[in-house]
């Protein structure tokens, strides 16, 4: 026993001394240097953003990457991904009450105090001044009016000359379908057509009116897309 004691104390003392520790190795590099397989039992787990990860190199050389996140709180993202994972919800309009607490206070920090904005058939736009974060807006189509046709003018076209004048009509009147302008006595049943010639008038303009045959229908705006789903990052 007391041998084995001793043994003990001059591992440690040498491993002091040495500062390095071998475990299937006579030779260690480092101060643990571990020649075989490792396993833990057992790692904290952690939500939080800023955390390090631990990783290797191709010697088995053990390095810690500082700062590591997910995302920030408020970060979004697009994802073909269709349910909520590692901090990330979908922004599908739901009411923050049916988040974990730890969002919900997250999200309240970031101004978000009743349900998370709809992205659904949606595009993200920058801010811009008067705008405010969060804000769901805009529309897919929309209705032309007059005032967005380009300016133009029409080509110039004479009706009659301004004035007093009178009009020439050419009257067809046959005696099978029995119909004309003029009617009663002094008509002319035996031609086929003639030119009656209307009353000079004082001076006057005529106005024509010419429909546009359109009916309102909305202009489809939408450009080609990708389908994708769109998160935000409020932690776990």
Do not use: C
Request: net charge positive.
């Amino acid at each position: 026993m007391k041998k084995y004691i001793l043994t003990v104390i001059l591992i440690i003392l040498y491993n002091k001394t040495q500062a390095q520790t071998g475990i299937n190795t006579n030779t260690p590099t480092k101060t643990m240097d571990v020649n075989g397989e490792v396993r833990i039992r057992t790692i904290p787990a952690t939500g939080s953003a800023g955390k390090s990860i631990l990783t290797s190199d191709p010697d088995g050389n053990l390095y810690k990457l500082d700062n590591i996140a997910a995302g920030k709180i408020g970060d979004v993202k697009s994802s073909l991904a269709a349910l909520d994972h590692s901090g990330w919800y979908l922004m599908n309009g739901r009411n923050i009450s049916t988040l974990p607490v730890n969002a919900r206070n997250n999200a309240i920090g970031i101004g978000i105090s009743t349900a998370i904005p709809n992205a659904a058939d949606r595009m993200v736009r920058t801010i811009a001044a008067g705008q405010t974060v969060g804000t769901v807006s805009g529309s897919n189509s929309i209705i032309l009016t007059p005032a967005n046709i380009p300016a133009y003018t029409l080509a110039a076209a004479t009706l009659n000359p301004s004035g007093a004048h009178a009009h020439s009509v050419t009257d067809f009147y046959t005696i099978a379908n029995g119909f004309g302008i003029e009617t009663g006595a002094g008509y002319w049943f035996s031609l086929t057509s003639r030119v009656v010639t209307t009353a000079v008038s004082g001076s006057h303009n005529h106005s024509v009116a010419a429909a546009t045959g359109g009916s309102s229908q909305p202009l489809n705006i939408l450009p080609e897309y990708l389908v994708v789903n769109t998160f935000i990052y409020l932690g776990q």
